[in-house]
């Protein structure tokens, strides 16, 4: 008998606060540090809230982007991910409130791949169905596009 896995669940954590620039995370077995640089006040013990959104797209893209490839049957071959984000700070320099804090990001998926362009572009078109990130940057507003790219001949 097949295990039918849950479709909805709760993540609940306790983070730890130990500076005004500094969060410590507890995420399954790790400890996720969020950190502001050390110009802005923080130790640099890790990325600043809106550098982890951006790199959390970028791995979104990445892992969805291999399961629909793995489903369609698409050798994605070595990839990486090149990102152009737009960002406007005067949110978080609390000169304004910004609706659209992020209004344009690109990200090229480089894949020196065997595979086709157009099978290629085809997971493209699916992992913009599944990635949970990008649909919450696209629901928040912001322009995302992301191009799917055979780097090799």
């Keep these: 008998m097949a295990i039918k896995m849950k479709t909805v669940v709760t993540y609940r954590t306790t983070a730890q606060c ?6 410590e995370i507890p995420v399954r077995d790790l400890n996720v540090v969020i950190d502001e640089p050390i110009e802005r006040g923080g130790t640099n013990m890790g990325p600043s809230p809106t550098e982890a ?11 969805i982007g291999h399961k629909n490839a793995k489903k369609l049957g698409v050798d994605l071959g070595t990839i990486t991910i090149d990102a152009d984000c737009k960002f406007d700070r005067r ?6 409130e910004i609706d659209v804090p992020f209004p344009a990001i690109t990200l090229t998926v480089n894949c020196d791949s065997p595979a086709s362009q ?8 699916e992992t913009a169905k599944y990635c949970a990130i990008a649909k919450l940057f696209e629901a928040a507003g912001t322009d995302l596009t992301v191009n799917w790219v055979k780097t090799n001949t």
């Design 18 to 23: 130990p500076s005004h620039s500094r969060t």
């Design 53 to 63: 959104a951006m790199t959390a797209l970028i791995a979104c893209t990445n892992v």
């Design 91 to 96: 949110g978080v320099l609390l000169e304004e």
């Design 118 to 125: 157009d099978a290629l572009t085809q997971v493209g078109v």
